[in-house]
């Protein structure tokens, strides 16, 4: 409860902070609500399905998580917003003490998709792939999502990979391949977390 308590807080600073600094007095007040908003969201998800430890483990977590990866959990506070707007519902069992907010529900059934410490339609043949990229983001930092995105944008306009890509089992034949065949599973964060666990989509 203290740590939903102490996530909320964090969230209307930040929210407060970057408002005074856009806007003044009133920018203030309006990042303070809106990080109440986000923060009281995630605040209630870490408490309510325990997601960090009481062990050093979950409070080095916790701490790193609304220090030097802020700007991740921030980004993943707002996509878990945006999950339980759509009715997507928090798996209680599976974040207990894991470190990570999971939701039953993704975005597509084909894929999940994990920001910051949030993680959506994830399944146990393809967690340790999810939790790469939460340890990435806890890594990196405020660095992680313009890398990310900055690959992205890279290997869309110059796809480099096409040098390396495997042509014959995964061939490049019509335009959502491109993104989905190609890009996707070559942008440097996927290409690692798919070494570690899961096969990349053919």
Same mark, same amino acid.
């Given at each position: 409860?203290?740590?939903?308590?102490?996530?909320?807080?964090?969230?209307?600073? !930040?929210?407060?902070?970057?408002?005074?600094?856009?806007?003044?007095?009133?920018?203030?007040?309006?990042?303070?609500?809106?990080? #109440?908003?986000?923060?009281?969201?995630?605040?209630?998800?870490?408490?309510?399905?325990?997601?960090?430890?009481?062990?050093?483990?979950?409070?080095?977590?916790?701490?790193?998580?609304?220090?030097?990866?802020?700007?991740?959990?921030?980004?993943?506070?707002?996509?878990?917003?945006?999950?339980? !707007?759509?009715?997507?519902?928090?798996? %209680?069992?599976?974040?207990?003490?894991?470190?990570?907010?999971?939701?039953?529900?993704?975005?597509?059934?084909?894929?999940?998709?994990?920001?910051?410490?949030?993680?959506?339609?994830?399944?146990?043949?393809?967690?340790?792939?999810?939790?790469?990229?939460?340890?990435?983001?806890? !890594?990196?930092?405020?660095?992680?999502?313009?890398?990310? #995105?900055?690959?992205?944008? #890279?290997?869309?306009?110059?796809?480099?990979? !096409?040098?390396?890509?495997?042509?014959?089992?995964?061939?490049?034949?019509?335009?959502? %391949?491109?993104?989905?065949?190609?890009?996707?599973?070559?942008?440097?964060?996927?290409?690692?977390?798919?070494?570690?666990?899961?096969?990349?989509? %053919?």
């Amino acid at each position: 409860m203290i740590l939903g308590i102490v996530s909320a807080a964090v969230h209307v600073v !930040l929210g407060a902070l970057f408002g005074l600094w856009a806007g003044g007095p009133i920018g203030l007040l309006i990042g303070a609500v809106v990080g #109440l908003l986000v923060g009281a969201i995630f605040g209630w998800a870490v408490a309510s399905a325990g997601v960090y430890a009481a062990d050093a483990r979950g409070i080095a977590l916790f701490v790193v998580d609304h220090t030097w990866s802020l700007l991740n959990t921030l980004v993943g506070a707002i996509y878990l917003a945006v999950h339980l !707007l759509f009715g997507h519902t928090l798996d %209680r069992p599976t974040s207990q003490g894991s470190g990570r907010v999971s939701l039953v529900e993704g975005v597509s059934p084909r894929y999940a998709t994990t920001i910051g410490t949030v993680c959506a339609g994830s399944s146990p043949g393809i967690q340790r792939h999810e939790d790469v990229h939460i340890f990435q983001a806890r !890594l990196l930092g405020p660095l992680y999502i313009p890398l990310v #995105l900055a690959n992205y944008v #890279l290997f869309t306009i110059a796809p480099v990979w !096409l040098l390396y890509h495997d042509h014959t089992n995964a061939p490049i034949n019509r335009f959502t %391949r491109y993104f989905e065949i190609g890009v996707y599973p070559h942008v440097w964060n996927e290409a690692i977390a798919y070494r570690i666990q899961g096969t990349p989509p %053919r």
